[in-house]
């Protein structure tokens, strides 16, 4: 319990290990787990042990990532911000390569050195170039060892350092003049890009780049049942990692859930994903379980949700006090709720 | 072709192995019963093995037995699948028996034919199935069982996977067809009813080398003898049946057991590829590939990326959730495509050489000549050739589903089986589509003038010799048919035909004064009758003036017919004591036009003034109905082009404190008034009257006969309100919501009656809407006409090539003086060209920014603006 949050094979040891006692299906080479335990893992099994589900969703989705990641093209997950992708590729380097720690964040600021490697000026300079002066990026080292590395949010990232990542793809190597050696990837490796289709779209990426990866779409969760359920165990996994311990009733988990998949059915098409909808009611917990009485009542859960809908869009937060006004009026749980909102909202 | 077929025969026989076939077919020493699934390609396979392996003396095959006649026909070389046995009764229900290149059934007929030995079909007549309606959808309870249990999506999805790939084991397949029938609810009357049917057909035969081919469902029943023979249906009245060319897209688009198959093509791939479902999913990718440009390398990718999710998913081969998956990944960057469904279901319809019916053969030999389209999706053709058109009209004229015509030469082209089925049908009224359309065309009884004139259209249209008949018809009608829509309606249709269009135009202008005096619910048919017309003939213009004076005639309909000749003697009807409905037909008439038309708006305006109040208050409504659909930019235009008001008259108005100069306002503004005059004529006409004091106005106030004009003469809105309140009345409620219209500073009286008691709060809700809408309105749209308009210029000025251009764009922006450019030219002023900069200087000033002048102390605008002068 010495970090905040732990990894994703930290958190789910027992089940791995189990998996991999009772794998005897093929394996790809490089893989610690055949296509068919990883797919148990991602998507939960009662056999050999219970293993909860990481992802809810379509299974052949799943198939189709698990299987590219077994080809020689790279896997691109593209979806609507919180849609899991992140959640889905960590687990998939978890069960594949044993470990989710190779990891490049996306950003406007990475440079081709993230993808490739950089070097330790002060050995450089004392020692002249060396193999102990190179420092290896995260995706250097997964093709050194064979595993998965992810790369987040790709198409944030400067289409010419994109472009870094074509020979990578396709020679499956990187060449590093300064030691006259180049590095071949073990059998094993292979990228987990995903990519946000809210901001700079994947149009961004170039054609070469796009033809080196197989896309799977993750679709926003439509029902509300699935939705509840993907909610309610995020948020228990996330009170045990913060240790929080109020409880959050079910009943304000559909209300909160339904005003969600309301809004982003509605007019303003709002962007409010499951993602926002969890940290709403964690939140709400944090403000029950430290000021409260210990159980996330609708004044808690309105108060988190004005927030976040007004950092989002002001012109929601009118469109929210109507359909609160409106919806669900027989039930206890709605009225509560709505007088609160009324409360929260003005 | 013969080598072709022997070599796919032996490359089938390698790979598809027998080892059930033996121990299931022991002996042809009694009848054998062959379980198939419907359009599937492993049983084709299989059935197809068998036939040549073992040589039966003769096959039985489930399919209406009185459909034994179309045998040759679907057996022919010439006939192409997907085809189908269509079976109708004339005027009745029909029934359609499809047939894939892969469907065990035909695949079995084929080779009987190949082989010599003797098919016929024994399920029930086809007659006998037309009167029983379509099966209800079975319970779903065990396939949805299965699926789960063995982890599949769909049911299709796990029939490939268990019998589609390899070979297909047939005791199995029997014991499954057990299971279903075993499912309480599954087996209906009918199904026992058609075994019966099935197993009595069977007995007629010797057992000795007979090959029953028949769905495992049934198959499963004979087998084991769960047949009650007494349930046999009774025969029915024999039906038609035929052979016709079927679709792709209507095969998967069919639904239930074996009526449908989710992919066609991709299942008729399987079956030439000898059930190797790899081959079938790599010709079915390279097939995508070409539709959507994909690479070679992308399509070795996504064949590879179909075989590792078949293996994960622990099936023997790639099938169609796979090959479905692979492209979606590899090719289509994860989206949905229809050119997936294009290359798995299918495009292609069938087609037949043998029919039994001279008018299909005549169809689609006249199509295929003339280069027509015969698909099952809409195309539109234009037609220039008058063969193509002739022949288009008679297929339309024979009410066969076909052509739409959509303008003079332009049709909508759809085949569809309906088609086919629709032709077999008029083969009994006769051999070509001439004779059809004749038949059909004299069978029409025209009872009106309007139909008489569409069936002239149409006759001549058709050329089949009935033009002489289809006028004399006309021009009886057009003496008889005392309906002016009609006629107008008819001599519209004919206004290529001289004689017969001069004939039904005169009888119209005889009939429309009489019609004109028709009572109200007359009245729209007469006004789409005028309109029609006067659109034909300008002599319907005097007949329409007299309309228009006289004073039997329907007043709506009288106003009508002056607004139809933009008439501005509208003083005609005063006396009438029906002003409101005469106006009403009068805007009606020129809809949206009347704001255009300034001798119109005179008129009107003339008019308006003259009237007594209790007829303004009737046409009040109407007043603003009619300029409620004139533009904002139409009404700024025409109050630019007058002399500049008094300075203040505005504000002076709209504070309401300047009734008695509304007269002179609205004098002013006279051509403006198309969307004011009815704002404004209340207050013209309260003005009018000789001033009264305070005290006399609010006594006028509680009198109903004066309230409307005491309250708007009242100007104080406070005062108003507590009078209206008071006396509730809706005429003076109605006054007070006019007076708010002119006061910018009512939105508070307004709501206040708004929340009141109807009728007023209506009146006060709809002017409360109009403000708020008529502001954002007019505010949103006057923005973006600016920024619409000024796009290009902003885009020139920043981005350019020639610094000449750029430093014109840049003034024109300054002479906007719309501060909204003034980020743009600040950017501007920063250009790399000096020019430009000092223009962008100088465009600054001009929208209210001098701070970058002072660069530019020698420029002598730059200086006189400095000094204060105008830049």
Redesign the interface.
């Known amino acids: 319990m010495g970090t905040i949050r732990q990894t994703a094979e930290e958190r789910c040891a027992a089940e791995l290990a189990a998996l991999l006692a009772h794998d005897t299906d093929p394996r790809p080479p490089g893989w610690r787990l055949s296509?068919?335990a990883v797919?148990r893992f991602i998507l939960g099994s009662d056999t050999p042990v219970p293993i909860a589900p990481k992802f809810v969703g379509d299974?052949?989705l799943v198939?189709?990532a698990?299987?590219?990641l077994?080809?020689?093209?790279a896997l691109?997950l593209?979806g609507e911000p919180g849609t899991a992708k992140s959640r889905l590729s960590e687990h998939l380097a978890a069960a594949i390569s044993g470990s989710s720690e190779l990891v490049v964040q996306g950003t406007a600021g990475t440079t081709e050195d993230h993808l490739k490697y950089s070097w330790n000026y002060a050995l450089l300079l004392a020692q002249g170039p060396g193999e102990a002066a190179l420092v290896k990026s995260p995706v250097y080292r997964a093709m050194e060892s064979g595993r998965i590395v992810r790369l987040e949010e790709v198409t944030r990232v400067l289409p010419e350092v994109q472009d870094a990542l074509i020979s990578i793809l396709s020679e499956k190597c990187v060449a590093i003049p300064e030691l006259n050696r180049s590095l071949p990837a073990a059998r094993g490796f292979n990228v987990i890009a995903t990519a946000n289709t809210r901001d700079r779209g994947?149009n961004e990426m170039s054609s070469a780049l796009?033809?080196r990866f197989?896309?799977?779409?993750l679709p926003v969760l439509e029902d509300l049942e699935t939705e509840m359920a993907v909610v309610e165990r995020r948020l228990g996994e996330l009170k045990t990692e913060y240790d929080v311990r109020a409880e959050v009733p079910r009943d304000v988990v559909r209300v909160l859930t339904t005003v969600f998949q309301e809004l982003r059915r509605g007019r303003t098409k709002s962007v409010l994903s499951t993602a926002d909808l969890i940290g709403v009611l964690f939140q709400g917990a944090i403000l029950a379980g430290q000021f409260g009485s210990g159980r996330v009542s609708a004044d808690d859960a309105a108060r988190s949700l004005a927030g976040a809908v007004a950092r989002e869009n002001p012109e929601e937060l009118r469109l929210l006090r109507d359909f609160v006004e409106t919806a669900g009026k027989a039930e206890p749980a709605w009225r509560e709720f709505r007088e609160a909102a009324r409360r929260a909202l003005t | 072709m013969n080598q072709e077929r022997e070599r796919t025969k032996d490359r089938k026989s390698e790979r598809t192995e027998v080892p059930s076939l033996s121990s299931f077919v022991l002996s042809f020493s009694r009848s054998v019963v062959f379980p198939i699934r419907h359009h599937s390609p492993a049983s084709a396979l299989l059935l197809e093995r068998t036939i040549e392996e073992f040589r039966p003396r003769r096959i039985l095959i489930e399919g209406p037995s009185d459909g034994d006649g179309l045998i040759p026909a679907l057996v022919d070389a010439g006939t192409v699948p997907p085809v189908a046995i269509l079976a109708w009764r004339p005027d009745g229900p029909n029934a359609i028996y499809p047939f894939l290149r892969c469907s065990p059934e035909l695949v079995a007929l084929r080779a009987a034919a190949r082989l010599g030995i003797p098919a016929r079909f024994i399920d029930i007549p086809a007659s006998v199935a037309l009167d029983h309606p379509g099966r209800e959808a079975a319970s779903a309870d065990l396939e949805a069982e299965i699926c789960a249990r063995m982890g599949f999506d769909s049911y299709e999805e796990f029939w490939e996977a268990a019998f589609e790939s390899g070979t297909m084991d047939l005791g199995l397949f029997l014991e499954y067809a057990r299971l279903m029938r075993a499912e309480p609810g599954r087996t209906t009357a009918f199904d026992r009813a058609r075994e019966a049917f099935l197993a009595r057909e069977i007995a007629r035969e010797p057992a000795e080398g007979t090959l029953v081919v028949c769905g495992a469902f049934h198959a499963a029943a004979l087998e084991d003898g769960d047949v009650d023979l007494s349930l046999a249906p009774a025969p029915a009245a024999p039906a038609e049946l035929a052979v016709v060319p079927y679709s792709y897209p209507r095969l998967s688009e069919a639904s239930g057991y074996g009526a449908g198959n989710r992919a066609p093509r991709f299942y008729e791939r399987v079956y030439e590829a000898g059930g190797d479902l790899r081959r079938a999913a790599h010709g079915t990718l390279l097939e995508l590939a070409k539709r959507t440009g994909a690479s070679l390398a992308e399509t070795i990718d996504a064949c590879r990326l179909a075989g590792t999710l078949a293996s994960v998913r622990g099936k023997p081969g790639p099938g169609l959730d796979e090959v479905r998956s692979a492209a979606r990944a590899c090719l289509l960057e994860g989206r949905d495509s229809d050119a997936v469904r294009d290359a798995t279901v299918g495009l292609d319809t069938g087609r037949v050489r043998i029919s039994r019916s001279p008018l299909a053969d005549e169809f689609h030999a006249t199509t295929r000549r003339l280069g027509l389209p015969v698909e099952d999706r809409a195309k539109e053709v234009t037609v220039l050739d008058r063969e193509t058109a002739v022949f288009l009209h008679r297929v339309r004229v024979a009410e066969v589903p076909y052509g739409t015509l959509l303008q003079r030469n332009r049709w909508r082209l759809r085949w569809a089986p309906a088609t086919d089925a629709a032709i077999l049908r008029r083969t009994e009224l006769g051999a070509t589509f001439a004779e059809v359309a004749r038949r059909y065309l004299l069978a029409r009884d025209p009872r009106s003038a309007a139909e008489a004139a569409v069936l002239v259209r149409d006759a001549a249209a058709a050329d089949v010799g009935v033009l002489p008949h289809a006028v004399a018809a006309c021009e009886r009608l057009s003496r008889e048919d005392g309906d002016l829509r009609s006629l107008a309606t008819a001599a519209h249709e004919l206004r290529d035909f001289e004689d017969l269009f001069s004939r039904l135009f005169a009888r119209a202008l005889l009939l429309a004064p009489q019609a004109a005096r028709a009572a109200d619910a007359g009245v729209p048919a007469v006004e789409s009758a005028f309109r029609t017309l006067l659109e034909l003939g300008g002599s319907f213009r005097e007949t329409l003036r007299q309309i228009a004076r006289d004073p039997a005639a329907n007043p709506w309909l009288s106003g009508f017919a002056l607004g139809l000749v933009r008439g501005t003697d509208l003083a005609v009807r005063l006396s009438a004591g029906e002003t409101a409905r005469f106006f009403g037909g009068y805007v009606a008439a020129q809809r949206s036009t009347i704001g255009r038309d300034a001798a119109v708006l005179g008129a009107v305006d003339r008019w308006v003034d003259s009237l007594e109040t209790p007829r303004f208050l009737e046409i009040l409504p109407l007043l603003r109905r009619a300029f409620s659909g004139v533009k904002a930019a139409e009404v700024l235009r025409t109050l630019r082009a007058i002399p500049a008001p008094r300075e203040g008259l505005e504000s002076e108005i709209a504070s309401g404190t300047g009734v008695a100069d509304a007269r002179a306002f609205a004098g002013r503004f006279r051509a403006a008034e198309r969307e004011e005059l009815a704002r404004w004529t209340p207050l013209r006409v309260a003005s009018a009257r000789p001033a009264r004091t305070l005290e006399e106005l609010r006594n006028d106030c509680f009198d109903p006969a004066k309230a409307f004009f005491a309250v708007l003469e009242l100007r104080s809105i406070p005062e108003a309100l507590s009078i209206v309140e008071t006396t509730a009345d809706a005429v003076a409620g109605r006054a007070f919501v006019e007076l708010c219209r002119l006061r910018p500073d009512s939105d508070g009286a307004l709501r206040r009656l708004a929340a009141g008691p109807p009728p007023v709060c209506h009146l006060a809700a709809d002017a409360l809407a109009e403000r708020s809408d008529a502001l954002r309105l007019a505010h949103a749209r006057a923005k973006a006409a600016r920024r619409e308009l000024h796009d290009d210029l902003v885009r020139t000025a920043l981005w350019a090539r020639r610094a000449s251009a750029r430093a014109e764009a840049v003034a024109a922006l300054g002479r906007t003086r719309d501060p909204l450019f003034a980020d743009v030219l600040r950017r501007a002023a920063d250009d790399r060209d000096a020019a430009v900069r000092r223009e962008a200087a100088v465009a600054l000033a001009s929208v209210g920014d001098l701070s970058r002048l002072e660069e530019w102390p020698a420029d002598s605008r730059a200086r006189t603006i400095l000094r204060g002068g105008a830049p």
């Open positions: 296509p068919r797919e299974r052949a198939q189709v698990i299987a590219t077994a080809s020689d093209r691109l593209v994947v796009r033809r197989n896309f799977v779409r």
